[in-house]
């Protein structure tokens, strides 16, 4: 476990849509956030994940908003990185034992502080970066430990719409939700 601490300077009766109305950099796990947590493996030993075009829609949204994307997951996936370069996210962390570590390293590339930043997982592993960052974020089906420690829990499950519906959550916070489905409609 890292050393570091990172405590938001936010009250805690601050509801998500408070929360999530400063968030300029959201980090997402992928495996049960992105993906619903199945692994798929072939006989030669590749994995394959599926992948929901509507969190990818969401993304690109935040990304088109002003606000940073990020992910930090603890496997390995040449997969996972084709998805990232699909989606436009640049600042990409496999492998990663320590998710407070490569967080950390986050804050210091962007120079976004911790009060600014969402994150969203569905396991332990994540626990001690959702902690750090001012909005929390899981989907349906998390750990029940993790639900009971988030400001948002999704209606849907990782996989099918849970990482959209956060993006959407946090667009309408900030305000910015109407003006680009105005312009998706070509109001």
Same mark, same amino acid.
């Given at each position: 476990? +890292?050393?570091? +601490?990172?405590?938001?300077?936010?009250?805690?009766t601050e509801n998500a849509h408070d929360r999530a109305s400063r968030v300029k950099l959201m980090i997402f796990d992928i495996d049960g956030v992105f993906t619903d947590g199945s692994l798929f493996f072939t006989a030669d030993g590749d994995a394959m994940k599926s992948f929901n075009?509507?969190? &990818?829609?969401?993304?690109?949204?935040?990304?088109?908003?002003?606000?940073?994307?990020?992910?930090? $997951?603890?496997?390995? +996936? &040449?997969?996972?990185?084709?998805?990232?370069?699909?989606? &436009?996210?640049?600042?990409?962390?496999?492998?990663?034992?320590?998710? $407070?570590?490569?967080?950390?390293?986050?804050?210091?590339?962007?120079?976004?502080?911790?009060?600014?930043?969402? !994150?969203?997982?569905?396991?332990?592993?994540?626990?001690?970066?959702?902690?750090?960052?001012?909005?929390?974020?899981?989907?349906?089906?998390?750990?029940?430990?993790?639900?009971?420690?988030?400001?948002?829990?999704?209606?849907?499950?990782?996989?099918?719409?849970?990482?959209?519906?956060?993006?959407?959550?946090?667009?309408?916070?900030?305000?910015? !939700?109407?003006?680009?489905?105005?312009?998706?409609? &070509?109001?």
């Amino acid at each position: 476990m +890292s050393t570091l +601490s990172f405590t938001p300077d936010i009250a805690a009766t601050e509801n998500a849509h408070d929360r999530a109305s400063r968030v300029k950099l959201m980090i997402f796990d992928i495996d049960g956030v992105f993906t619903d947590g199945s692994l798929f493996f072939t006989a030669d030993g590749d994995a394959m994940k599926s992948f929901n075009s509507l969190d &990818g829609h969401g993304v690109k949204m935040l990304q088109s908003a002003g606000i940073q994307t990020a992910i930090i $997951t603890g496997r390995n +996936s &040449g997969i996972v990185a084709a998805r990232a370069r699909e989606l &436009g996210i640049t600042h990409l962390h496999q492998g990663v034992a320590d998710k $407070t570590i490569a967080l950390a390293q986050l804050l210091q590339t962007t120079g976004i502080p911790a009060t600014e930043c969402g !994150y969203m997982g569905d396991d332990w592993p994540d626990l001690a970066v959702m902690r750090m960052c001012a909005f929390a974020a899981a989907p349906a089906n998390a750990h029940v430990e993790v639900l009971n420690r988030v400001h948002l829990a999704t209606a849907k499950r990782g996989g099918e719409g849970a990482v959209r519906e956060v993006c959407d959550a946090i667009l309408r916070a900030q305000n910015r !939700y109407d003006g680009l489905l105005a312009a998706a409609i &070509g109001a």
